[in-house]
């Protein structure tokens, strides 16, 4: 099963800040994170979204 976390920040840096922090996290074993991604709506109401790492990447990686 799955489950989505939503975080709101007003800025964008600092949801840039704490998307960052995501990998240590990780690597702390105090989160178990499958995908993030900061969503930001531009001026003209279009959605940008800054990946943490690409999925189609990590799954065409060798397994180690």
Avoid: C, W
């Avoid at 975080?7 to 995908?35: S, V, W």
């Avoid at 969503?39 to 990590?58: E, H, R, W, Y």
Wanted: net charge negative; charged share 15%; glycine share 4%.
């Amino acid at each position: 099963m799955s489950d989505l976390l939503v975080i709101a920040y007003r800025t964008e840096p600092r949801a840039e800040e704490m998307h960052n922090r995501l990998p240590g996290m990780q690597k702390e074993y105090l989160i178990d994170l499958g995908y993030a991604v900061v969503a930001v709506t531009q001026p003209n109401g279009q959605m940008k979204l800054n990946q943490l790492f690409s999925p189609a990447a990590a799954s065409a990686a060798p397994a180690a």
